[in-house]
């Protein structure tokens, strides 16, 4: 397999018949009978499908039936969190409302907290919030923060 990226990730499962069989899959790990016709794909449509998600590494076959990979199952809670913020979007808009305002009112961080607490339904996107707003860190226009290699790399340096 060549190198394997975000975008080729995604694209395995950026339909909405490709998610469903993915999500069948982690759901019913190893029953994967008559999923062709549970989800209304031509045999053609089904295979090229499996095929891609095999390819990226989210499924294996093993005696017959799918499950998914080491790799299928973070992906698989990654995509979990992305359904969890679709069910919040609203709240999360009024989030980024308040972070607005407290941007130019220096709103205190324990009110900022105390708004996440009792706003967000659900501890992964609590943290996620909390994290990111009580790590802020300044960056200059010349400077790109990755945030999980803790490192800052000027442009300049380039």
Known sequence: MTS?????????????????????????????????????????????????????????????????????????????????????YWKLKAIDSIETFSAHNQLPIEEYNRFIDTLVDGNDIKDILLKNHNNKIAVTPNEIFYENQGLIHSTRDR
């Open 4 to 88: 394997l990226t975000v975008a080729d990730t995604i694209n395995a499962i950026s339909n909405d018949k490709s998610l469903a069989l993915f999500n069948h899959i982690a759901l019913e790990a190893g029953n994967s009978d008559n999923l062709k016709t549970r989800l209304g794909l031509t045999r053609k449509q089904y295979y090229s499908r499996m095929s891609d998600l095999i390819n990226v590494g989210l499924v294996i076959r093993n005696n017959g039936k799918y499950f998914l990979t080491s790799f299928g199952k973070v992906v698989y809670e990654a995509q979990m969190l992305i359904g969890k913020g679709i069910q919040n």
